[in-house]
Nanobody, 121 residues
């Protein structure tokens, strides 16, 4: 079992900044990728950013490029999402995701519980 615990959501004014954190724990042999997704009311879940552990290659959705930065701490199995210049359209529940291998050599694809971000004046 692999658990993900997110923190850092909340209410912020347009143009403001927030940082999300997600820590993975449990029976982890290795993590291949960690990322953030979001889901706004009435919309499907979408990928925001992902970081690949082996080579630290990052991917960003076009809507957040230049404003959001994803980073990771491999030693802590933790991923961060630094969000700057937040816009009302960034309002959503943000979910952390991790993919990797457990100690028993099974693949895992785990999700956090989600954290609400509301951008409003």
């Amino acid at each position: 079992q692999v658990q993900l615990v997110e923190s850092g959501g909340g209410l912020v004014q347009p143009g403001g900044s927030l940082r999300l954190s997600c820590a993975a724990s449990g029976s982890i042999r290795g993590i291949n990728a960690m990322g953030w997704y979001r889901q706004a009311p009435g919309k499907p879940r979408e990928l925001v950013a992902v970081i690949h552990g082996a080579d630290s290659i990052n991917f960003y959705a076009d809507s957040v490029k230049g404003r959001f930065t994803i980073s990771g701490d491999n030693a802590k199995n933790t991923v961060y999402l630094h969000m700057n210049n937040l816009k009302p359209e960034d309002t959503a529940v943000y979910y952390c995701n991790a993919k990797g291998i457990t100690l028993s050599r099974s693949a895992f694809d785990s999700w956090g519980q989600g954290t609400q971000i509301t951008v409003s004046s």
